[in-house]
């Protein structure tokens, strides 16, 4: 670790005067392992991790830069002995190490994400020479696996829609690939006591080992659990906010208020709507220790957990005001929360990122879980939403989560499949626009106009790349 | 537990399940009665978390490899996080065998030792399993931490399947060196100090004390047996392989906390901030007041006082003119009182994070209330509060027990900290992480006191921390007692529990009414 620490500087402009701080440790993690490994797929998460704790992390794709030079090259193009391939793969490297190099130099740049096979010592050996001489730590992380089961399914789900194999038969993509695979595994050496010296870990047929050497910082041992929590079972997370509370009819924030009569109504529908969507699979609810989420899920028939870190995020002072009050008794305030509601801190409350920090432990026993189905507050739900879909600071604070629906999240490979469910039980929405006044909406919505506002919204607020959806109540993300 | 040297503490266990004589930490006593423990989540009838099962964590490797210290922090850890767990030493059941000056056959630890070896060795066992799942089956344990040596790979299988056939999982975690270094150290620190090296030259103690466990204990397989649940960490954490370990919540967490834990010995000091300028508000976050400046400056002169004066000690005793102490970092919470407290010590070089982990407990809407008036808005509350001060919540407001869930995080990155490290925060917050790093219970968490005129420093070991007081001097009597973000109540007459006694410190020290007096030892203890 070095001595000298950082303050965000954007958070320290927002915040009533103190930010958040990050070590001031950059670290490059360089993915090893043969082709369909599940590097990408690692190294995405990972990203999505980090960003969502607000550490800068960006992933580097040599098979990219290789791309823009040969953009389907067949598997001879992978053979050792083509002087032509070995020297374009090289500069592929070469060209991403630099640019990880030069993107290093911002000050908020924490960690950097090398996504290739990286198979020869010589290799990592260069990649750790170079960023020693950034003063950048690397950490190691090789995926070997040598079940023939997972590898195929592994190719069959995620590489023949690589953008290499775009528009060609699956069937010859496969056979292409293994050819390919074939042309790697040569000269393939895994990480051994030559390499002693470095930072590692390496994860043996999806976790059944996990060799760990030389974790430097509190950072690297946190990236390590992370990854050493994720599997690959295929599960589904249901999120929904508590039914409609009091607060929720007068407009108040925060509090500890009671359902209002559809609030109650939601809550009976609910264990239909899971079903539903659920089916028969075995499930855990979460709730918060607030009761308007006890309340709701009390007719579920599934055993239950309540978390204190599921609790709304607390507003401080201004707990159990509505937003008018707000804006008259706390003008500046008001405004403040506008320009930065990712920062902004209620006076004796909590900020967005406060809630993201303590939801931690949640997102990892979340990794780690099969299908869970959590009932809690809007500002809480957003978070969760931002993590699964990496949605970004600026717009998850603002994203529209109407009350009485039930969001189905389904993670892939390389994105989450979302789903929304309506009970057909109107409810005020609490909603405000960035900047709007502070009105209270009283008038209630219909489930369909409700629905039609879901969508709009979610085209306006939510990530660019879902803004073609499908339909209100199917729809899916796609990420990169 | 060490195999050889340890008669001295044999001889103060009183029972073979050891409680700890001292006030110093209570690492090893059985909790008396169910209690919640400071961390634990929720409660279930059989006492055991539901998302996971019964485990026997079972050390193996050699004397001097760090057994004890890893069985005793892992015991920490685990208790804090509310699972029942309980360290059974080997060592203890093989004196009560023979006796405090029983002779043990030499060939105790050969592979083809004598037949009345073999049975001695199997009846010691099997007393000491006997107690193991007696823990687990009847008194609602759910993980036993198993302290021998487990030299061969034969009788680590025997014992796994021993286990399985009472549906308990064994998870095995080797210490192992492959760095002399490590181990003379480790030698030199724990084992030597015992009386029966008086006298001798450290490099002759450590030398004597190598041959005699690679006499008594000639066969050591290292794990290599991919079909068991292990751990194994070389060089102290230098390298670490997981094998076969993704069966459930806990074995991850104990692997996560394993990845943070170090041997290396290093102290933490806790403080207070100073008052501030609008003391009874918890949510303006005021800032310092000039009394709480005053407060910072003496504070920050006296623990760098206290440590150049601990350096001269060392060299006194013989260190080197140049002996530096290991660096100083400080937390602080990220309420603006503790940051203002903290600034001094970055204003002379030292490196200070804030931590939004580490804020107070948060009263809620009893805020600034008289107790009569709490008494008189929320009886029930109160009520409750007498039964349960560290789990129950005021309206709105943060239990103990939220508190303690919260600081997680920073309890893995203590442990990971290398350096000495200084902790300014609410007192709410130092009663949890004192609470932690002595192994306190939750009844007596809410009670514990930190006058503003004292610095705490833990002093770590590995068979069980202590704690010692550093005098804060020149400050006005007024500072001193109780926490400026408490709120006001009035003191209760005595015997009578304040509806506060969690949240509250009474406004004057000696009026008869205080808490129990925290469990700090003045003096340092070294057990071993």
Same mark, same amino acid.
């Given at each position: ?22 070590? #001031? ?77 030069? =993107? ?30 950034? &003063? ?40 292409? $690939? ?18 002693? #010296? ?39 997370? =249901? ?158 604070? =603002? ?17 989450? *499949? ?33 629905? *039609? ?28 | ?89 080997? &060592? ?13 056959? #030499? ?22 399993? *006997?107690? +193991? ?46 760095? *002399? ?18 006298? =001798? ?18 066969? $050591? ?19 670490? +392989? ?58 920050? #002169? ?107 995080? +920073? ?44 610095? +705490? ?54 009026? &008869? ?16």
């Amino acid at each position: 670790m070095r001595p000298a620490t950082r303050t965000r500087g954007s958070s320290n402009a927002v915040t009533n005067g103190v930010g958040v701080q990050a070590e #001031d440790t950059r670290i490059c993690v360089v993915m090893v392992g043969l082709p369909a490994r599940g590097k990408s797929l690692i190294a995405q998460k990972v990203v999505r991790y980090l960003g969502w704790l607000s550490i800068t992390a960006k992933c580097f794709n040599v098979g990219n830069y290789r791309r823009t030079a040969t953009p389907q090259p067949n598997a001879a193009f992978f053979d050792t002995s083509n002087k032509e391939g070995e020297r374009l793969r090289k500069a592929a490297a070469e060209a991403a190490v630099d640019d990880m190099c030069k =993107w290093f130099r911002s000050p908020d740049n924490l960690i950097a994400i090398l996504d290739a096979t990286n198979s020869t010592k010589p290799r990592r050996r260069w990649i750790k020479e170079r960023c020693d001489a950034e &003063g950048i730590e690397t950490i190691f992380v090789e995926s070997k696996c040598d079940r023939e089961d997972i590898i195929l399914s592994n190719i069959l789900e995620v590489k023949t829609t690589s953008p290499d194999y775009e528009g060609l038969d699956p069937e010859h993509a496969a056979k292409d $690939f293994l050819e390919r695979i074939k042309m790697y595994e040569r000269v393939y050496e895994t990480l051994d006591e030559d390499e002693a #010296d470095m930072t590692y870990c390496k994860i043996i047929n999806v976790g059944s080992q996990v060799i760990i050497n030389r974790i430097q910082d509190y950072l690297q041992s946190r990236v390590v659990y992370y990854l050493m929590n994720l599997h690959i079972k295929p599960r589904s997370i =249901w999120i929904s906010r508590h039914g409609e509370s009091m607060y929720n009819l007068s407009g108040q924030i925060g509090g500890d208020a009671n359902l209002s009569a559809r609030g109650r109504k939601y809550a009976e529908e609910l264990p239909t709507l899971v079903k539903r969507s659920a089916g028969d699979s075995p499930l855990t609810v979460w709730t918060s220790t607030l009761k308007r989420t006890a309340q709701t899920a009390q007719h579920l028939p599934y055993e239950k957990l309540a978390w204190k870190a599921l609790d709304e995020l607390d507003s401080g002072v201004c707990d159990g005001l509505t937003y008018a009050e707000i804006e008259e008794k706390y003008p500046r305030d008001f405004k403040a929360r506008d320009e930065d509601k990712y920062n902004y801190r209620y006076l004796g409350g909590e900020s967005y990122r406060d809630v993201v920090i303590r939801l931690e432990p949640i997102i990892m026993e979340l990794e780690r879980s099969e299908n869970i189905l959590i009932v809690t507050h809007q500002a809480v739900l957003r978070c969760i939403y931002a993590y699964f879909m990496g949605s970004t600071q600026e717009k998850s604070p =603002w994203m529209e989560v109407p009350l009485h629906c039930l969001i189905r999240l389904t993670p892939r490979a390389y994105k989450t *499949e979302e789903e929304r469910l309506f009970a057909d039980v109107p409810a005020v929405s609490t909603w405000r626009e960035k900047g709007s006044k502070a009105a209270h909406q009283v008038q209630t919505l219909s489930i369909s106009e409700c629905a *039609e506002m879901c969508t709009d919204i979610a085209c306006a607020q939510d990530t660019p790349e879902n803004s073609r959806r499908p339909s209100p109540s199917i729809a899916a993300q796609t990420k990169p | 537990m060490d195999t050889l040297l340890t008669a001295d503490l044999a001889a103060k266990s009183f029972m073979l399940r050891r409680r700890s004589s001292t006030n110093v930490d209570a690492i090893h006593d059985l909790p008396e009665k169910e209690s919640l423990a400071p961390a634990q989540l929720y409660s279930t009838e059989s006492g055991r978390l539901f998302h996971s099962g019964r485990i026997v964590i079972s050390t193996v490797g050699l004397p001097a490899r760090g057994k004890t210290h890893i069985s005793v922090a892992l015991a920490r850890y685990l208790r804090w996080l509310g699972v029942k767990t309980h360290i059974f030493h080997l &060592g203890d059941y093989r004196r009560a065998h023979v006796g405090q000056t029983g002779e043990m056959p #030499d060939d105790y630890f050969h592979v083809n030792a004598s037949s009345s070896s073999v049975l001695l060795r199997n009846k010691i066992l099997k007393k000491c399993r *006997e107690e +193991i799942l007696h823990f687990l089956n009847h008194e609602n344990g759910q993980i036993a931490i198993y302290d021998a040596v487990n030299p061969l790979a034969a009788g680590r299988r025997a014992l796994a399947r021993e286990f399985e056939k009472h549906n308990v999982q064994t998870l095995f975690i080797e210490s192992a060196c492959t760095d *002399e270094r490590i181990i003379e150290e480790n030698v030199r620190s724990v084992k030597i100090s015992s009386p029966d090296y008086k006298n =001798w030259t450290p490099e002759e103690a450590v030398r004597d004390y190598l041959q005699r466990i690679n006499s008594r204990i000639p066969h $050591f397989e290292t794990m290599e047996e991919t079909d068991l649940h292990y751990v194994k960490m070389i060089n102290a954490g230098e390298r670490v +392989i997981v094998n076969n370990c993704a069966f459930g919540y806990l074995s991850q967490r104990i692997v996560f906390y394993l990845l943070n834990l170090h041997i290396k010995s290093r102290q933490t000091y806790f403080c207070r901030a100073g008052t501030t300028k609008d003391e009874e508000n918890y949510k303006a976050d005021a800032s310092l007041s000039a009394e709480g400046e005053a407060y910072a400056h003496k504070m920050t #002169d006296t623990l760098i006082a206290h440590r150049e004066s601990e350096r001269r000690n060392l060299i006194a005793h013989g260190a080197p003119e140049s002996t530096a102490l290991k660096p100083l970092n400080v937390w602080t919470s990220t309420r603006r009182r503790t940051v203002e407290t903290g600034a001094e010590f970055e204003a002379r070089g030292y490196r200070v994070r804030q931590r939004s982990q580490m804020s107070q407990l948060n009263p809620g809407v009893c805020e600034k209330m008289s107790e009569r008036k709490i008494r008189e808005k929320f009886p029930d509350e109160v009520a409750k509060h007498e039964q349960d001060p560290y789990h129950h919540r005021y309206p709105r407001a943060e239990s103990y027990h939220d508190l303690a869930v919260r600081l997680e995080p +920073i309890i893995l990155e203590l442990e990971r900290e290398q350096n000495d490290l200084l902790i300014i925060a609410h007192e709410s917050v130092l009663r949890v992480l004192y609470g932690y790093l002595m192994a306190c219970s939750a009844t007596d968490i809410p009670k514990l006191q930190f006058p503003r005129n004292e610095i +705490i420093e833990i002093i770590p070991a590995s068979y069980n921390n202590s704690a010692k007081r550093i005098h804060i001097p020149g400050l006005p009597q007024k500072l001193v007692p109780g926490s400026p973000e408490d709120i006001q109540i009035p003191v209760a007459p005595s015997g009578t529990a304040s509806p506060f006694s969690g949240i509250g410190t009474p406004a004057e020290e000696g009026s &008869g009414s205080l808490p129990l007096r925290p469990r700090i030892a003045v003096t340092s203890h070294s057990p071993t």
